[in-house]
């Protein structure tokens, strides 16, 4: 059963390849709420303008001017947790990186699994974010026990 | 000297196969990977509808659709893999040796001068493939100045050797290397553009790597490989 839309986890997808883009918008809408852009620059523009937030950015690596892991530490470096996922093709990616801070998902992948993994990486956003929440509250001192 | 001139065209030809292979085969992947998703995406729609039910090719033939994508997508893997046709040769070099290789089998006019230690400094690896990777370097260095001048230096450092080719072009911006290890990306007219990729494959196969190190004249690119392990 599909969620309110304003309740779903909200996705950003970024893709400079506009029918995949287009393609993985189709796959993952079902389930959450997604917004796409061609561009990374603009990814970077929506995430400072969003005041409710993206739980998850998906990013392709191979993209001009700024590739998805460079767009993805950007995105990290931010104060709000957001899960940051990288899809490459495998000899494109491990071509140039072998650091982490955002979870990899390899070409060819299988629909059901994107859906799996951006569903997963929303919740963990989702409870980060109460875990941050929690402890940047004043702790409430014990209260003494009468027996 | 013709034999090692013969040995390095023969690698690097494989090389430059290689990288087109690389690019064919990520493009390939993009659009399979969208005819996926698409499908993907209308089998779950047709699924509520009464045609799912009422006419049995239409789930026949969306099953047909994922199994010859993922049956395509292997198939570019596997015709693709052009690295598995050439048998490595990994042995024990000299970094001097390799760079003297390289130096002698640079096209076009050149003046390459190589700042060695005195003690003999040792790499593992498949001799001729590090000599690609130094020479496509090595010729970007000397094209990009007059009088085709170039130094390379081979330091030692720790477990690993660092040969650093100089040049006094107009010298390279952390930002300008990154744009020219992109694929088919060239200032020079004839020029396939892919020296850089094929030197940064080769380096990552002998477990090292290729940066750009800053520099107040010209540019400084670092080949930087694991030293052979003492015995």
């Known amino acids: 059963m599909r969620q309110k839309a304003d309740e779903r986890p909200r996705v950003l997808v970024v893709d400079d390849d506009r029918r995949v883009l287009a393609s993985i918008e189709a796959v993952l809408d079902e389930h959450v709420s997604v917004h796409c852009t061609s561009q990374p620059t603009e990814a970077l523009r929506l995430l400072d303008s969003d005041s409710s937030g993206f739980h998850v950015v998906c990013a392709d690596y191979c993209m001009p001017r700024m590739n998805g892991v460079e767009l993805l530490e950007r995105v990290a470096q931010r104060p709000a947790y957001v899960s940051c996922l990288l899809i490459t093709g495998a000899d494109e990616y491990f071509a140039k990186h072998d650091r982490s801070g955002y979870y990899v998902l390899l070409k060819p992948f299988s629909p059901d699994r994107l859906v799996a993994l951006v569903l997963q990486l929303a919740r963990v956003a989702h409870m980060k974010r109460t875990v941050g929440d929690l402890k940047s509250r004043p702790l409430t001192p014990p209260r003494a026990i009468k027996s | 000297m013709s034999r090692s001139r013969d040995a390095l065209a023969s690698v690097e030809h494989f090389a430059i196969a290689e990288e087109i292979a690389s690019l064919v085969r990520h493009d390939l992947r993009n ?173 990552r196969r002998h477990s090292g790597s290729v940066s750009h190190e800053p520099s107040e004249r010209g540019a400084r690119i670092a080949l930087d490989l694991p030293a052979e392990a003492a015995k």
């Open chain 2, 31 to 203: 659009r399979l990977g969208a005819i996926r998703n698409s499908s993907y995406f209308l089998q779950r729609r047709v699924k509520t509808t009464p045609l799912w039910s009422e006419e049995p090719r239409v789930p026949k033939f969306f099953a047909l659709i994922e199994d010859e994508v993922v049956a395509a997508d292997a198939l570019v893997h596997e015709r693709l893999a052009i690295a598995e046709l050439r048998a490595r040769n990994v042995v024990s070099a000299s970094a001097t040796g390799c760079v003297d290789l390289a130096a002698s089998t640079v096209r076009g006019p050149s003046a390459i001068e190589i700042a060695a230690p005195s003690g003999d400094v040792r790499i593992l690896g498949d001799i001729e493939e590090i000599g690609v990777a130094i020479r496509a370097l090595l010729e970007n260095a000397v094209e990009s100045n007059e009088g085709g001048h170039a130094l390379v230096e081979i330091v030692p450092t720790g477990g690993r050797v660092r040969i650093v080719i100089a040049d006094r072009g107009p010298g390279m911006t952390e930002a300008s290397f990154e744009k020219a290890t992109e694929p088919l990306f060239t200032t020079k007219p004839g020029r396939l553009g892919l020296g850089l990729n094929i030197a940064e494959r080769i380096a």
